[in-house]
Structures are given as structure tokens and as C-alpha cells.
């Protein structure tokens, strides 16, 4: 009988150990400190996902409330509210939180002291801080914004940073574009390397003029008869 007893719970501690390596999804997901959460983190939640300190996952679909760290190693579609929303994959839906990051594509709304997304962005970031490190097609308003690749749409703040091409219209303080502008900059200082369109500010750079330059000082560094021009400046 004994004997029977043992092998039974063998065959059970076998069975529980498979389920539990294997990936799985379950519809709730209730975490204290990984790995003390309700499922282990080598599966995926669909559904309501609830964590107090530090939470793991594959895949998070739905809504992920948290007091503290909610981590996805690869995608999150839908809410994320909590103190740390981390995306090691693409995020399509709604982060809210003191750092928001998405390690690949961002497609939706990112609210949060930091905003940090590794690729390509779509949508709106709104934050002290908004860092992204390529593509962003969207809005931008914060403190300091900072796009690594071309930029589409509107960027608002006290530094605004375009390390490729802008289109569309900045607002700020400082800004900078280090490649071309299409649209207007409005600020205190405004530069950028190819101008196609208007810059309203106390002083204006560019190194290549097509519109106009408004200001106290105006540059065109293409201009050899007259590279400064007080209050007004254009170039065709």
C-alpha cells in the first residue's frame, strides 16, 4: 500500500512539474514577488493581472494593475497602470506609470514620468521625461523629448532633440534638429541643419535656409553675402 502511495505521488509531482515548465495562459495572475505569484513566469495571462512588488510573464493581454514592478518579456496589448510597466517586446494599448518602457515597436499611449521605447513609436508620450530611440509618428509632450530617428508630427517642451529628419511643428526652449526640418520651430533657441519652412525664436540657425527666420539673431550658414540677420530673414 505504501509502496502504491509513493508511486502515485511520483506520477502526480511528475505531472505538476510538466504543467508547470510548459507555457500556459490563465486569466488572472496574482503576484507578490516573483516567483511568489499565483502562476509561474513561464507562461502568458489573458486577462486581469494584479501585482503588489514584482511581477513576470511571457505574453500580458488585458489589464495589468500594480503597486510596484509589472515585467512582460515579449508583447503587451491593452492597460498597464503601476509604478514600473516594462515590455521587453512591442506594447499596443495604454502604459501609465512612473517609467514606462517598450523594448521594440510602441503603438498607442504612454503616460509616465519616463517614457522609453527602444524602436519605433505611434501614438502620443506623455511625460517629464520621453525617450525614444528611432521612428516616432505621434505626439510628444514633456520636459526634455528625444527622438533618435526621423520624426512626424508634434513635439512640445522645454528640450526638444530630433537626431534625424522633423516634419510637422516644435515647441520649446531649445530645439534641435540635427538633420532636416519641414514645418516650424517656435522657441527660444531653434536649430537645425536643413530649414524647409519657418523658425520663430530669439535666435535661428540653420546651415541651409528655404523659408523664413524670425528672431533677434537669424543664421544661415548657406548665405556668403549675409550669413546674420537681425529680426528677419528668408531664403528661397
Avoid at 48 to 60: A, F, V
Avoid at 78 to 98: C, E, H, K, P, R
Avoid at 100 to 127: C, D, K, P, S, W
Amino acid at each position: 500500500m505504501n509502496k502504491r502511495i509513493l508511486g502515485l505521488f511520483l506520477v502526480i509531482l511528475c505531472c505538476t512539474s510538466g504543467i508547470a515548465s510548459a507555457e500556459w495562459t490563465t486569466p488572472l495572475q496574482v503576484a507578490v514577488f516573483n516567483p511568489i505569484q499565483l502562476f509561474p513566469a513561464k507562461g502568458s495571462v489573458f486577462g486581469l493581472r494584479l501585482n503588489l512588488m514584482y511581477s513576470d510573464n511571457i505574453y500580458s493581454t488585458g489589464l495589468s494593475l500594480s503597486t510596484g514592478w509589472t515585467r512582460t518579456e515579449e508583447d503587451m496589448k491593452g492597460i498597464q497602470l503601476g509604478l514600473v510597466n516594462w515590455a521587453d517586446g512591442s506594447t499596443y494599448g495604454i502604459q501609465g506609470g512612473f517609467l514606462n518602457y517598450a523594448g521594440r515597436r510602441f503603438v498607442g499611449l504612454g503616460l509616465g514620468m519616463v517614457n522609453v521605447i527602444m524602436t519605433e513609436t505611434t501614438g502620443i508620450q506623455l511625460g517629464l521625461t520621453n525617450w525614444n530611440h528611432e521612428l516616432l509618428h505621434g505626439i510628444q509632450l514633456s520636459a526634455v523629448n528625444h527622438v533618435g530617428g526621423d520624426f512626424v508630427g508634434l513635439q512640445m517642451g522645454l528640450i526638444n532633440m530630433v537626431k534625424s529628419n522633423f516634419s510637422g511643428f516644435q515647441s520649446g526652449i531649445i530645439n534641435h534638429v540635427r538633420a532636416g526640418t519641414t514645418g516650424f520651430q517656435v522657441g527660444f533657441f531653434n536649430f537645425s541643419r536643413r530649414m524647409t519652412g519657418l523658425q520663430f525664436g530669439l535666435i535661428n540657425a540653420t546651415d541651409s535656409l528655404g523659408g523664413f527666420q524670425i528672431g533677434l539673431v537669424n543664421i544661415n550658414g548657406e548665405s556668403e553675402s549675409m550669413p546674420y540677420m537681425p529680426f528677419i530673414n528668408w531664403a528661397f
